[in-house]
């Protein structure tokens, strides 16, 4: 165990293997033997193919699952429960659509007992940190795809978490909307910084955003390749940074490392589905 | 000459504020028209039934005629029942029918959430509900006027199981079906599990919960009338009664209008209350309420 992961903050998975059993008894091992590490403030990415159990790695961190071998740990504490101090954001929005903007943002405070006009009080502030003011009265399905993300931002930064959980949080975006909000996160990050850990299947966006990369291999997932990256903070726009010459030969590397896993997911999906196409 | 003729439609066209009054006319003629069909067929429907009745084609006796039912109705108003005025009678059945609806409601939407939001609890109780359902419930209403007597407590129960599991099987699939992301998002934000049942779960059933109420509300209705027609000393369901042992069929013609009535002006409540409710519902924000008037 090192030392630095036992800061607010660091989350540590070692050895952890989960096996999800389904009521008929089949089973299906989500990820195998993963040694994970991430630092307080770390901003950590993690790639892999399609199906591999990059997602189960956050909610093991979260604690809305347990492992079923190995321990996880987040700020030196092992993870019974729902873990306190972390936020999640899922790959689609997570808001009440029954509730304003504004009422969605309070959430995080009024679960805490925060009394109704304090927690409103800091949702505004909020919502003008993302540039949402003018909209606190809005429904969310009266907002954009990106406009949906901010606000889901802010209730997840609202309680001053110390690990933020992504779960490809930006790929139902448009490439556009896309880099405006991993700009917008990367310098909401810098406020406080928690640490992070972000799935994604993008390695540009991993590249861009993160300090280190985490390589998993094909399902069952386990830790493949860990990448520093290198590149200089604050890093500036991301669009920009992926001209870097630093930025390509890591992208490089991690392709390297990434391919054969993507190959080999895509592979087994293909027999899979001829041998349900020839049973049919 | 032709020129000028083409160059008038398109001139309109190409303006924006003409094109939204050309398009609002088009909604209004169109509506027009809907309302002048709806209106044609209730005239030829009382009027065909009026001359048939007069000239003798159908026997005024055994199928009544708008006009005896007019006459009817009328007389009720002026004179009252056997039993007490008439709009006593009509006060008789819809208190019943709204305390009915408001005892199966709720009691539906507590089981269901109940029994949604605790799976040991559904499992167990799931088959006995699903027994209870299959029976002819409408049956129930001779054993609740054996027990409660021909007051106004037998036909409250009645029509209160029947809305009971209308509303009952919609809240429990409500809670079901509720998004796995919100509720965990709403944990992990530091939620209870009474937080997230008040704050996610219930609100997303609502929609679900909602949707049987209209249902729900016709079925009070059917209730209480039941109830009266099985043993009663008041309420519309006893007038028809009356009226049917008493080969008066512009009578039960009559009483059937007033509760056609009754049953309208309750669902209409129901829909302004429903789009109150679901506000926040694309398609029924106060925004496109707006363009829709």
Request: hydrophobic content about 50%; proline content about 4%.
């Amino acid at each position: 165990m090192s030392a630095r992961s036992e800061g607010l903050g660091g989350v540590e998975l070692s050895n952890v293997t989960k096996r999800f059993v389904s009521p008929t008894g089949a089973a299906m091992t989500a990820i195998r033997n993963v040694d994970l590490t991430v630092e307080p403030g770390q901003f950590c990415a993690i790639v892999g193919p399609t199906g591999c159990g990059k997602s189960t790695t956050l909610t093991l961190a979260a604690g809305l699952e347990r492992p079923t071998a190995g321990t996880v740990r987040v700020s030196g504490q092992p993870v019974d429960g729902i873990t306190r101090n972390v936020s999640f954001m899922f790959q689609t929005d997570a808001l009440l659509p029954w509730k304003p903007v504004l009422d969605n943002v309070a959430l995080g405070p009024m679960f805490k007992g925060t009394p109704r006009r304090e927690a409103h009080a800091r949702a505004m502030d909020w919502l003008r940190t993302v540039g949402l003011s003018g909209f606190e009265h809005h429904y969310p399905h009266q907002l954009s795809g990106g406009m949906r993300k901010r606000v889901s931002l802010a209730a997840a930064l609202i309680n001053e978490p110390s690990v933020l959980l992504m779960d490809e949080p930006f790929s139902a975006l448009d490439v556009q909307t896309r880099a405006i909000m991993s700009n917008e996160l990367l310098t909401l990050w810098d406020r406080r910084r928690p640490s992070v850990m972000f799935v994604t299947h993008d390695l540009e966006e991993a590249i861009g955003l993160a300090d280190k990369v985490v390589v998993i291999t094909a399902g069952p997932g386990t830790v493949k390749a860990v990448f520093d990256i290198d590149l200089p903070r604050p890093r500036g726009a991301v669009q920009d940074i992926r001209f870097d010459p630093r930025f390509l030969e890591l992208y490089r590397q991690i392709w390297a490392a990434l391919r054969e896993e993507v190959d080999e997911a895509y592979s087994r999906s293909a027999t899979a589905a001829k041998a349900q196409g020839a049973r049919a | 000459m032709s020129v000028a003729t083409m160059d008038i439609p398109h001139e309109a066209a190409s303006d924006e504020a003409s094109l939204a009054q050309q398009a609002r006319q088009r909604a209004r003629r169109h509506r027009q028209l809907v309302l002048l069909g709806q209106l044609a067929i209730l005239l030829v429907i009382v009027a065909g039934w009026q001359i048939a009745a007069v000239t003798g084609f159908i026997d005024p006796f055994f199928f009544g005629s708008p006009w005896g039912i007019c006459v009817r109705l009328w007389d009720w108003a002026l004179n009252g029942t056997a039993y007490g005025s008439f709009w006593l009678q009509i006060w008789v059945t819809l208190e019943e029918s709204i305390l009915g609806f408001v005892v199966g409601v709720v009691s539906g939407i507590v089981f269901g959430v109940l029994l949604g939001e605790i799976r040991y609890l559904a499992e167990v109780i799931g088959p006995y509900i699903k027994i209870v359902n299959a029976l002819p419930r409408i049956v129930l209403g001779s054993i609740f006027v054996m027990w409660l007597g021909l007051g106004l407590p037998s036909k409250v129960l009645l029509a209160a199981v029947l809305v009971f599991f209308v509303v009952f099987f919609n809240a429990f699939q409500g809670v079901r079906s509720v998004d796995r992301n919100l509720i965990s998002n709403a944990r992990i934000l530091g939620a209870s599990r009474l937080q997230v049942v008040r704050h996610v779960v219930f609100p997303s059933a609502m929609t679900w919960i909602i949707a049987s109420l209209h249902v729900a509300l016709g079925f009070s209705i059917i209730g209480a009338i039941v109830g009266e027609f099985l043993g009663s000393q008041r309420g519309l369901g006893l007038v028809i009664a009356t009226a049917q042992n008493t080969f008066d069929a512009n009578g039960v013609f009559g009483a059937m209008l007033v509760i056609g009535g009754l049953a309208l002006s309750a669902e209409w409540l129901m829909a302004k209350l429903e789009k109150r409710l679901l506000a926040w519902q694309p398609g029924n924000s106060r925004d496109s309420a707006i363009q829709g008037t």
